[in-house]
Nanobody, 121 residues
Framework: QVQLVESGGGLAQAGGSLRLSCLASGRTFSTAIMGWFRQAPGKEREFVAGLSWNGGRTTYAESVKGRFTISRDNAKNTMYLQMNSLKPEDTALYYC??????????????WGQGTQVTVSS
């Protein structure tokens, strides 16, 4: 079993930055595709960013490309999402996932509980 715990969400102003973290425990973390999805109120969960097992390959949704950066530290079993130039439309509950399928990942076998990001205008 794998447990994922997100942190780092909160309130930011438009143009500001936040860094989300996802700490993994349980099964082997270092060989899995990982990534982030988000879900805004009244909308479906959508892909944000994906990361290969060694961090050498990344992919982003068009809406966040150039503003968000995904990374991982396998020694710390932690994945990150650095979010810059935030916009009000980035407001959502952000979920990290691991053991993804497809590229970009269509979903993950394991998900965290989510961390709320709210961007004010």
């Amino acid at each position: 079993q794998v447990q994922l715990v997100e942190s780092g969400g909160g309130l930011a102003q438009a143009g500001g930055s936040l860094r989300l973290s996802c700490l993994a425990s349980g099964r082997t973390f270092s060989t899995a595709i990982m990534g982030w999805f988000r879900q805004a109120p009244g909308k479906e969960r959508e892909f944000v960013a994906g990361l290969s097992w060694n961090g050498g390959r990344t992919t982003y949704a068009e809406s966040v490309k150039g503003r968000f950066t995904i990374s991982r530290d396998n020694a710390k079993n932690t994945m990150y999402l650095q979010m810059n130039s935030l916009k009000p439309e980035d407001t959502a509950l952000y979920y990290c996932g691991t053991d993804g399928r497809g590229w970009p990942p269509l979903g993950f076998r394991y998900w965290g509980q989510g961390t709320q990001v709210t961007v004010s205008s």
